[in-house]
């Protein structure tokens, strides 16, 4: 929104001035306090506490103490998912399903929310018994290997954004990493061995691997998998075995976003 006056008839609730506020900072791309207040009729306090907020969630940050508020990495990963997850998943499908034929197992694409990964698209392994399509499943990233290879290409400042404290959300099995140390200890092996694994973290009897796939400027974009029923797969060795199948995958998912669609 470019009119920079209130809408007619807006309310005046903490919601609303929050959200005007989001508004306002995406189209000056910097807004102080003072601004803030004057453009929301309420008094400087109330505009500090309402931005202060923001910040805290990544809405919104500043480049020093006191500086102009600017546009937060959440604000940017909010419309940069509505934009690129149709787009993605598009892409992405024919790899989905070529993983699929190569592996006979269930090829998955999820992305990031948050400290949270959602599977957006799914190949479903032929295999009698085998992990199910996942679509639309929300799973822990720290418990998960497309979650985990997402996020070993973030930023240690996006990092400490989704996971401020030491100790990380529950995850749904006992395999899982607790500790916010123990995961930045992982993150840091995925970024030198390029893909990440998963024994039976997110789920009992479910093993993954996956690498991320990257914008053509290196920005993780989604998480590319592969998942198995742990029980055939048999040892971490067996579907570690997969990782060349979908590392060569998510590379021709880039070369089919650097190419025209």
């Known amino acids: 929104m470019s009119n920079e006056s209130r809408p007619e008839g807006a309310t005046t609730t903490s919601v609303d001035n929050a959200l005007w506020l989001l508004q306002l900072v995406g189209d000056r791309q910097a807004l102080r306090v003072a601004e803030a207040a004057d453009l929301l009729g309420v008094a400087r306090s109330t505009a500090h506490r309402l931005l202060t907020a923001l910040r805290r969630r990544g809405f919104v940050m500043q480049d020093r103490p006191n500086g102009a508020y600017r546009p937060g990495p959440a604000l940017y990963e909010i419309g940069l998912a509505a934009v690129s997850r149709i787009d993605i998943v598009r892409v992405a499908r024919p790899v989905l399903e070529q993983l699929r034929e190569e592996t006979q ?3 998955s694409l999820a992305v990031l929310e948050g400290a949270m990964i959602r599977f957006v698209d ?3 392994s032929p295999r009698s018994v085998r992990v199910g399509n996942r679509t639309g499943v929300v799973r822990p990233a ?6 985990k290879a997402i996020l070993a290409g973030l930023p240690d ?11 990380l959300p529950p995850a749904t099995t006992a395999a899982a ?3 916010t140390a123990a995961l930045r200890a992982e993150l840091a092996e995925i970024r030198v061995r390029g893909y990440a694994l998963n024994w039976e ?9 996956a690498v991320a796939l990257r914008d053509t400027v290196g920005q993780p974009l989604a998480g590319l998998g592969v998942a198995a029923p742990s029980s055939r797969i048999g040892t971490p060795d067996g579907i570690r075995a997969f990782a060349p199948f979908v590392q060569r995958g998510a590379e021709l998912v880039r070369e089919r976003l650097r190419s025209p669609q």
Request: net charge negative; charged share 30%; aromatic share 2%.
């Open 157 to 167: 400042a996006e990092l400490d954004r989704r996971y401020p404290g030491p100790e």
């Open 177 to 179: 990493v607790t500790e």
């Open 142 to 147: 720290h418990a998960s290997a497309v979650g």
């Open 105 to 107: 197992e269930t090829a």
């Open 201 to 209: 973290e997110s789920s009992d009897g479910v093993c993954a691997v």
């Open 122 to 124: 799914c190949a479903e």
